[in-house]
């Protein structure tokens, strides 16, 4: 199978650099794009603020001057979170404006070209946290949840053109991030494996494996689903509350 080129924003750390290494690993090139370069990225990489409309649809351009793009995968996204009565809207814009216009801004530009090949694959990392029930997460969950539907929608349109769209669902993953704000031991992170059936948060590998997997062949006839890979989280809601 001939190498193909991957699309990957917010790829410095976490699950975006951690796809990075197994898509590279899989003989393909992905491509990232986020603010900071990390020192051992496995591809091609593009430092670029994300939140800035303009410089994005620059390091697109540059992407894209460079050959073409196979797949997608949004991974860029932040938190901010905020109880319903101390939510600023300049700070919920952000959440939205990232999450879901940079998903929207980097499948346009690589839409055209998978189209003409008649292959493609478009990958959203949205959350458990859509499914609603976790205080403070309107902004976050409500820009999640945009990208479930989004999946939905652009899967049905997309369908007759050879490119499949789904989503990659995560339930608390042990990120850099994550640990910073829950060490080890923590009630931080005894709450999260509360809400956990299996017990375990889960590796950024975890996902990425998810998410290599619905980039491959082998899930051609797989399009328009939300795939949750939270250790069964997501199997009774009422573990959110």
């Not at 530009?109 to 609603?132: F, T, Y």
């Not at 309107?138 to 490119?163: D, M, Q, V």
């Amino acid at each position: 199978m001939n190498a193909r080129r991957f699309l990957i924003t917010g790829a410095s750390r976490g699950i975006g650099h951690a796809t990075a290494v197994r898509m590279a690993a899989n003989g393909d090139t992905p491509v990232g794009l986020a603010r900071t370069v990390p020192q051992d990225f496995p591809g091609e990489f593009l430092a670029v603020d994300l939140a800035d409309r303009n410089a994005t649809d620059d390091a697109l351009r540059k992407v894209l001057s460079n050959g073409p793009i196979d797949g997608v995968l949004n991974n860029v996204g932040i938190v901010n979170p905020q109880g319903l009565g101390e939510i600023k809207l300049d700070q919920w814009d952000a959440v939205q404006d990232i999450t879901v216009r940079t998903a929207i801004q980097a499948v346009q530009a690589a839409l055209p070209g998978m189209k003409d090949r008649g292959w493609g694959r478009i990958i959203n990392i949205s959350s458990l946290v859509s499914l609603g029930g976790v205080a403070g997460r309107s902004a976050y969950g409500a820009a999640k949840a945009s990208l479930e539907h989004l999946t939905r929608t652009w899967a049905f349109e997309l369908a007759p053109s050879g490119i499949t769209v789904n989503d990659v669902a995560p339930g608390p993953v042990g990120t850099e991030l994550f640990r910073q704000n829950n060490p080890p031991g923590s009630p931080g992170e005894a709450r999260y494996l509360a809400m956990i059936p299996m017990g375990t948060l889960g590796t950024v590998d975890d996902i990425s494996a998810a998410v290599c997997f619905l980039m491959s062949n082998d899930a051609g006839w797989i399009t328009g689903q939300t795939l949750r890979v939270d250790g069964g989280a997501s199997i009774g809601t009422s573990s959110l509350l």
